[in-house]
């Protein structure tokens, strides 16, 4: 096994393809950051960053054990708070932009559409999370804490809402906001990463028709589950909510589905006319303008399934989407499709387990949004490693073990070969209870601590 001496220059030769010290530069340049010649640059600085965080964010005093460099540990955190977050988030999006153009080149023309597209869609996967941040002032300000725990017993929650690649997994863009701040709200600031043509899947937590029309105003496709207050009925012709009635005959039409029906596709598919909001000023994080620039009704398809695998809570899925050609995109093809969304939870858990990223460590509002993207850059990095060792042992990137990446990224030395990484069987029909077995546990805080101390201190006596 590789010394740690060698671990920093493996990493930089791991991210010499995708992340090379002129991206970097140039990244600063293009945010207006200047910086004067020290031991600790940019380049050097997020070297180590990259380093830190792969080690499972380790201590910054563990970092020049790893590195084989005296660093200062004072002078580092200095390093890391010149940094502009703009540059951290561009070369996020350039070095994922990089690795699918590497996989795109590695595969042949007939093996492109397969291992980096749905049915010729770029396809991305939208979907947030949380984090726990130390516990300060200014954080609790800014991200909120969770209701009902008292003063000093919790932690600040920040929410992080992620772009995902559906089809390399790669993170393509994140973004940062307080605990009670809708991830709806968000989303269409990542919008300007999409093109004409893509595909953008999501939970019901994304399904709303003003999302719906962002969307199709950039020609860009969507697929979500219905949201849990919007009635669909699939008999057809039948009759839908008519808003111009009096007061009495609204009671009348209670129950009726919003949407006007069009076609029936199949059993539980059929295209509707979604009306667009006419009593509303629209959501509060759109302009009266905005909102009344979006078209007044919008052509969409809801689809419903059943799911009958053992173990699955949810039994029956209403999606509803813009992909309305019937022999281009089959019911069963966009069940699938809608089944691979949960591949983001699997990417949040090695993020937040593996990675160790549900417990922050920065103590400002601008460090927890760097140590994310670098999260994020980690992760990319590991799933670029995983995606070689798929091509070359016959799989998919969803089967290579994502902890035996990282370890062999620790582990190998300098123009080390990639080893065979460890391939996860395909199990169907495997579930387990969300429980813990592990006996040993504390009590939760329920009071401050300088209350338990204090308690403490009258026992002693």
């Not at 830190?52 to 390093?79: E, F, G």
């Not at 893509?198 to 496709?221: E, I, P």
Request: with cysteine.
């Amino acid at each position: 096994m590789a010394s740690v001496s060698s671990a920093l220059s493996r990493i930089k030769q791991d991210l010499r393809p995708h992340l090379a010290p002129e991206m970097i530069l140039a990244a600063c340049h293009a945010a207006g950051h200047n910086w004067r010649e020290r031991k600790l640059g940019p380049v050097a600085t997020i070297h180590l960053f990259i380093l830190q965080v792969l080690n499972c964010n380790t201590a910054i005093r563990h970092l020049r054990h790893l590195s084989k460099t005296p660093l200062n540990a004072a002078a580092y955190c200095r390093a890391r708070m010149r940094l502009p977050l703009p540059v951290l988030q561009t070369l996020l999006r350039n070095s994922s932009a990089a690795m699918r153009q590497e996989l795109d080149g590695s595969s042949g023309e007939s093996e492109e559409s397969e291992l980096t597209r749905w049915r010729g869609h770029r396809t991305f996967l939208a979907d947030g999370s949380g984090a726990i941040a130390p516990d300060q002032p200014r954080l609790r300000e800014v991200f909120g804490q969770p209701p009902g725990q008292r003063a000093g017993c919790g932690f600040p929650v920040p929410k992080v809402l992620g772009l995902f690649d559906a089809m390399t997994g790669l993170i393509v863009q994140t973004m940062v906001f307080g605990l009670f701040v809708h991830e709806q709200s968000k989303v269409w600031l990542l919008h300007p990463l999409l093109s004409a043509g893509d595909l953008l899947v999501g939970d019901r937590g994304f399904c709303s028709y003003t999302h719906l029309a962002l969307l199709a105003g950039r020609r860009v496709m969507a697929l979500f589950r219905l949201h849990q207050s919007q009635i669909v009925n699939f008999r057809p012709h039948r009759k839908s909510y008519d808003r111009t009635r009096g007061v009495k005959s609204r009671y009348a039409q209670k129950g009726r589905p919003r949407s006007k029906f069009v076609r029936r596709l199949g059993r539980h598919d059929q295209l509707v006319r979604w009306i667009g909001p006419q009593y509303s000023d629209g959501p509060q994080w759109m302009t009266r303008q905005q909102f009344e620039r979006l078209p007044k009704e919008l052509l969409v398809r809801e689809i419903r399934y059943r799911i009958t695998v053992k173990g699955h809570r949810t039994r029956e899925v209403t999606i509803v989407t813009t992909l309305l050609n019937e022999k281009l995109y089959p019911k069963q093809a966009i069940a699938d499709l809608y089944g691979l969304r949960w591949r983001v939870e699997t990417h949040w858990r090695e993020l937040k387990i593996t990675l160790k990223m549900r417990r922050l460590k920065c103590t400002s509002e601008s460090g927890i949004m760097k140590e994310l993207a670098v999260y994020a850059l980690v992760f990319n990095l590991v799933h670029a490693v995983m995606m070689r060792a798929a091509a070359r042992q016959g799989t998919t990137f969803d089967r290579i073990s994502f902890i035996d990446a990282l370890r062999w990224l620790l582990c190998a030395q300098p123009d080390e070969a990639l080893a065979d990484l460890v391939v996860n069987p395909h199990r169907p029909g495997r579930y387990e209870p969300r429980c813990i077995k592990d006996y040993v546990s504390f009590p939760r805080m329920k009071k401050p601590r300088r209350q338990l101390r204090a308690m403490l201190g009258r026992k002693r006596r």
